[in-house]
């Protein structure tokens, strides 16, 4: 992680001036914070993503709601403020992946809500071999469930709730979908260990901690079971060959995660640029009106950072 200082310029002319030292420090750590930009907020990450050559990228299947700001540009994901999210990529389980993020705070926290970033391929390194063989050779399944209670609804995920419109996504996207009455059922195969599409570097990437059972809200876990048995959790992870994953695994890969996260408290003005694919990021858990846009660019299907070859 690099960090400059802009002294409240505005984000094109100071993005402008050090594009070159933004690209190289892309390059060689993953992420860089430009701390004070004046006027931040969605019109800020529209014009970076704008210099930096970024296409807006969509925000395809969320699992949660966010607000819609402009192209590419968002609010961050609707998630209990006391509860932290975990270490992960952002929309890995789609095959049009954002390879570009931004992150602009415009209002802070009272305590807490810091941004973690990874190195995924330092991460890659450091996890267990027998582990990262299993899941470089068989990918990471995501199953998800609409049920209409918890997390984003059918028209949120896909953009529509008319099912014939929902299943003609599902298939052009590699998603398999099956609706029993009114609740949607999806899985998708994903690669969990890709190739950086600009290097090649070997990286971890990919939701299967984030998205587990394992590191779900017990009492959430519980209720959903309760009430409509474990294969309708709104979110749950699987070895490629469609294996339960077991706890100590997550557990593992959070510890990891943990060994390798650089903190990054964020104050108004503070613009966070990252690269998707080699880094992964985290929220911790905060008190107060924490209010990041991000924004979402430079997308890539998610079959071309997938080979492994």
């Avoid at 690099?2 to 420090?25: M, Q, S, Y």
């Avoid at 969509?58 to 609010?75: I, L």
């Avoid at 415009?106 to 991460?123: C, F, I, K």
């Avoid at 959790?233 to 959070?254: K, W």
């Amino acid at each position: 992680m690099t960090v400059l200082a802009a002294d409240r310029v505005g984000v094109t002319e100071w993005i402008t001036k050090h594009r070159n030292d933004v690209r190289d420090a892309l390059a060689e750590r993953g992420s860089i914070v430009i701390r004070g930009l004046a006027a931040p907020g969605a019109d800020q990450v529209t014009e970076a993503l704008s210099v930096l050559g970024a296409a807006p990228t969509t925000d395809r299947e969320p699992f949660a709601h966010r607000r819609r700001y402009a192209d590419g540009v968002y609010s961050s994901t609707t998630w209990p403020a006391g509860q932290a999210m975990c270490m992960h990529h952002e929309s890995s389980y789609s095959l049009d992946v954002p390879t570009l993020l931004l992150f602009s705070c415009r209002t802070p926290p009272e305590s807490g809500g810091a941004l973690g970033l990874a190195d995924s391929a330092r991460v890659l390194r450091a996890l267990p071999r027998r582990l990262v063989e299993r899941f470089g050779q068989q990918g990471w399944i995501l199953r998800r469930a609409f049920t209409g209670e918890i997390g984003a609804s059918v028209a949120e995920a896909f953009g529509t709730s008319d099912r014939a419109d929902v299943d003609r996504y599902c298939r052009a996207n590699a998603i398999d979908a099956r609706w029993t009455g009114a609740v949607l059922h999806t899985s998708q195969h994903r690669s969990a260990v890709v190739r950086h599409p600009a290097d090649g570097m070997l990286c971890w990437f990919n939701q299967v901690a984030f998205l587990s059972e394992w590191t779900m809200d017990a009492d959430v876990r519980e209720f959903v079971a309760d009430a409509h048995g474990l294969d309708s959790l709104p979110f749950s992870t699987r070895y490629g060959n469609g294996d339960p994953i077991e706890e100590d695994v997550i557990d593992t890969i959070a510890g990891v995660y943990d060994e390798h996260t650089e903190r990054v408290p964020l104050s108004a003005g503070d613009l966070v640029v990252v690269d998707n694919v080699r880094t992964a990021h985290s929220r911790e858990a905060y008190t107060g009106d924490r209010d990041v846009v991000v924004g979402m660019g430079a997308p890539l299907r998610h079959s071309g950072i997938g080979d492994r070859s």
